[in-house]
């Protein structure tokens, strides 16, 4: 996603593709296809994860964002610095969650 690199964040802080489990008290999206344009242009099994742990499994990309982005709602959580700028382009632009009731980008 070459259009995230004027963010100047790692968006492999967030998407990780294959098998790799990452250990980040944060959600993190896992799509386990080969490559991302498969993961993008199919269904694909993907998982967020959590500390390396596989919190929720989903059939789609659509899916595992969205479920990314509730469980930053449900837990109440901040964006981690490292990410802020990237999560929330992602949160306004792509999942169009606006507004001020958005407490994620304190």
Known sequence: MPWLRIL????EDFIILGQNYP????????????????????????????????????????EVFIAAFCMYFVFNMAYPGYLKKTLTFLQRRIANITGMETNLCR
């Open 8 to 11: 100047k964040e790692k968006i």
């Open 23 to 62: 250990q980040t008290p944060y959600p993190t999206v896992q799509l386990k296809a080969q490559g991302l344009k498969y993961a993008l242009s199919r269904q694909c099994q993907s998982v967020v994860n959590v500390e390396g742990t596989e919190v929720c499994s989903c059939t789609s990309v659509d």
